[in-house]
């Protein structure tokens, strides 16, 4: 590959931000590691890979409309300052060649995020609030004109779900869409880890024989830990009594404790905050639970099929597209049907069989999804771009 200048832009260059943080993150790794020259321009940095140049962006004091607006106007104003082969980016800004939308379309967000609240009274009052609020308008105004800039090559959906939703917002012609589903590191989450990580980490929640699920997500109500919380207090109070839900990540832990303990499972379930590492708590775990309302490639399916472990997931998450329902896990249609869900859950807790069948697909089909791969994928669009690029010189 020709040694190629790169710039990544996105707002947080942190991997424990979030799943396409960290997928980024893998991404710069890879870039350079095969020679090419990675600058990022973000927010806020953590890398200690010294390939990699950092150029801040600086932040505002007062509220995120402000900070939003800063990194969408200082992105264009520094690469006019400086020469890339190509402007990669992952958060929204003006100027970019490649755009990979990993967070979605915002307009996609803001309709099933509303959908998640399970309240008629607080759907309403969250309509209003995203009417009222400048920083949508901001957002979405924004996101339009990235989407319609010429400068524009190409987008990477990360799911066929996003290229829907792209389509449908912003009418981009199918030859400018190329969807490549995250990457997953099949070293770092591997199924050799369950007899010593994974057993350690049980030993430290002084849990032994006990069937441990696993939800992992830093906004609970909108991956669907309540549909969760209620399919799993439709159990049988026998089925349930060996099970520990692993809930892991930020979220306002204490309201949703007292939500566990009204539905009668306060005791199955376990908050473990953020964890530094995520390889040991997948080890650890029997099945993996996502009901989410709204994810455009939740990598942590990835993270827990590599891992073994079989999962169970909405389908508005976009992950749910490379599984086959039944095989590596299931498929539930609607991300609050907790009939469903609870369905599902009841026949893995009875059919352990079936589980350890599904964990070993589960794994074979995370292969195919390795960071490695599907980094190819990507190098081989950027090379693309920074010809024609060059060609226009």
């Known amino acids: 590959m020709d040694k190629i200048k790169i710039l990544f832009v996105i707002e947080n260059f942190t991997p424990d931000t979030g799943g396409g943080e960290n997928f980024a993150r893998m991404l710069a790794d890879t870039l350079t590691s095969m020679g090419c020259a990675v600058v990022v321009i973000s927010k806020n940095f953590d890398s200690t890979n010294p390939a990699i140049k950092h150029i801040k962006v600086p932040k505002s004091c007062f509220m995120r409309l402000f900070d939003r607006m800063i ?33 979605g379309v915002h307009s996609a967000y803001r309709k099933y995020n509303i959908r998640s609240y399970n309240n008629v009274v607080f759907k309403f009052f969250q309509r209003v609030k995203d009417l009222l609020s400048p920083e949508q308008w901001f957002l979405t ?6 989407y319609n800039s010429k400068k524009l090559k190409k987008v990477i959906a990360v799911s066929n779900m996003v290229k829907r939703h792209v389509k449908r917002w912003y009418r981009i012609e199918d030859s400018m869409i190329e969807v490549i589903y995250n990457g997953v590191d099949i070293g770092k989450y591997h199924p050799s880890k369950k007899e010593n990580a994974g057993a350690v980490f049980r030993r430290e929640l002084h849990l032994l024989d006990e069937v441990i699920l696993l939800f992992v997500a830093n906004n609970f109500r909108l991956k669907g830990l309540r549909t969760l919380f209620v399919a799993l207090s439709m159990l049988d109070a026998s089925l349930l009594e060996p099970v520990r839900l692993l809930v892991s990540g930020k979220g306002k832990v204490k309201r949703w404790k007292q939500m566990a303990d009204m539905l009668g499972i306060g005791e199955n379930v376990i908050f473990l905050g953020q964890q530094g590492d995520m390889g040991p708590v997948y080890a650890a775990s029997d099945i993996f639970i996502l009901p989410s309302f709204y994810d455009p490639c939740a990598n942590v399916c990835l993270e827990a099929m590599a891992s073994s472990v079989p999962v169970i997931t909405s389908s508005s998450n976009g992950s749910s597209e490379i599984m086959e329902n039944g095989k590596e896990g299931f498929i539930v249609k609607d991300a609050d049907d907790f009939v469903c869900l609870s369905e599902k859950i009841e026949f893995l807790l009875k059919n352990k069989k079936s589980r350890l069948e599904m964990a070993e697909n589960a794994r074979k089909l995370a292969e195919k999804y ?24």
């Open 370 to 393: 390795s960071i490695n791969l599907q980094s190819e994928k990507i190098i081989r669009v950027i090379r693309d771009i920074a010809a024609k690029n060059r060609e226009h010189l």
């Open 71 to 103: 990194f969408a106007f200082y992105v264009p104003w520094m690469t006019r300052r400086e020469n890339f082969n190509v402007i990669f980016s992952f958060g929204k800004s003006f100027g970019m060649d490649i755009y990979r939308p990993g967070g």
């Open 141 to 146: 105004w924004l996101e339009k004109k990235q």
